[in-house]
């Protein structure tokens, strides 16, 4: 179970990193409506990736 926690926290972090790229380069090329959207979806999956870690601890 550990290694699954791990796993997702990993997921997670490089998402993270991923979206936070995709943010920069569309304020960059000032897309302010996607860069918001972008956000959006950000706050989303992480809010979505910590209720699974969250039933994974408890499981485990």
């Known amino acids: 179970m550990n290694r699954l926690l791990g796993l997702m926290v990993v997921l997670m972090v490089l998402l993270d ?3 936070a ?4 380069l ?3 090329r000032q897309e ?3 860069a918001l ?3 959006g979806r950000v706050l989303l999956l ?3 990736g ?3 870690l969250r039933g994974l ?4």
């Open 17 to 19: 990193i991923g979206e």
């Open 32 to 34: 302010w409506l996607h």
């Open 50 to 52: 910590f209720w699974i």
């Open 21 to 24: 790229i995709n943010i920069v």
């Open 46 to 48: 992480n809010a979505v």
């Open 37 to 39: 959207l972008v956000v």
């Open 26 to 28: 569309a304020l960059s």
């Open 57 to 60: 601890r408890d499981e485990g």
